[in-house]
């Protein structure tokens, strides 16, 4: 069964700092991965979606990679702003199962500070 | 456009009760999904859809039923509500196995 971890759980940086969030997973038979962000009461918005024969992708101050040999991703967010503040979660698509059954990590909840 | 769309937002159920949870999709998007949140789980997939007509159990599909009618539809059901069915229910939907859209959720209560 697919594990998704991430950690830490949560994470408090000064304004404007870069940051690293790590996602690592147990099965490398991945389709894709996808990085989102919660808002408080809210759900869930895509960030970025790797394809497993993708290394990275990127988006504005976002950048996520991936590296399925060692069952890890991360998701690099420079020159933090406040309005980062959110829980960050990462999604595995397995290439088994017939593809439906996405597995969550339980996010990492990240906090800038002004 | 809407997007994924959630209805209710919020309810209170008493143990015993049926309600249902209905999600729309104007994306024309093939594959649907109910998934819960529960503090410390993460996600969890309760059933899903590949197509009008068809439904499939995922992780944890105890105590739910799910209708898929039409393509843009996807109804989650509680036939008799428990108080372990408490959390947040997010409905997904995407085209083929790609990105997964969310809509906003609906807070469920079982007292």
């Known amino acids: 069964k697919q594990e998704v971890t991430q950690i830490p759980a949560a994470l408090s940086v000064p304004e404007g700092e870069n940051l690293v969030l790590n996602c690592s997973f147990t099965?490398?038979?991945?389709?894709?991965l996808q990085w989102f962000r919660q808002d408080p009461g809210k759900g869930l918005t895509s960030l970025l979606l790797?394809?497993?024969?993708?290394r990275e992708q990127t988006s504005g101050r976002l950048n996520a990679s991936l590296d399925k040999s060692s069952g890890r991703s991360t998701l690099y967010i420079a020159a933090s702003q406040p309005g980062d503040s959110a829980t960050y979660l990462c999604?595995?698509?397995?290439?088994?199962?017939?593809?439906?059954?996405?597995?969550f990590g339980t996010g990492t909840k990240l906090q800038v500070i002004p | 456009n809407a997007g994924v769309t959630q209805t209710p937002k919020f309810r209170v159920l008493k143990t015993g009760q049926s309600m249902t949870l209905l999600c729309a999709q104007d994306?024309?998007?093939?594959?649907m999904y109910w998934y819960r949140q529960d503090p410390g789980m993460g996600l969890r997939l309760i059933h899903y859809?590949?197509?009008?007509?068809?439904?499939a159990k995922g992780e944890v599909p105890d105590g739910y039923n799910v209708s898929r009618l039409k393509k843009q539809n996807f109804l989650l059901g509680l036939e008799s509500a428990a108080p372990s069915q408490t959390s947040v229910y997010f409905c997904?939907?995407?085209?083929?196995?790609?990105?997964?859209?969310f809509g906003s959720g609906t807070q469920l209560s079982v007292l």
């Open positions: 997904a939907s995407s085209y083929s196995s790609e990105k997964l859209f």
């Open positions: 099965d490398s038979a991945i389709y894709n």
């Open positions: 790797i394809q497993s024969s993708q």
């Open positions: 999604a595995v698509r397995p290439i088994m199962e017939g593809y439906q059954k996405v597995t």
């Open positions: 994306m024309n998007h093939e594959y």
């Open positions: 859809s590949v197509g009008e007509g068809t439904t």
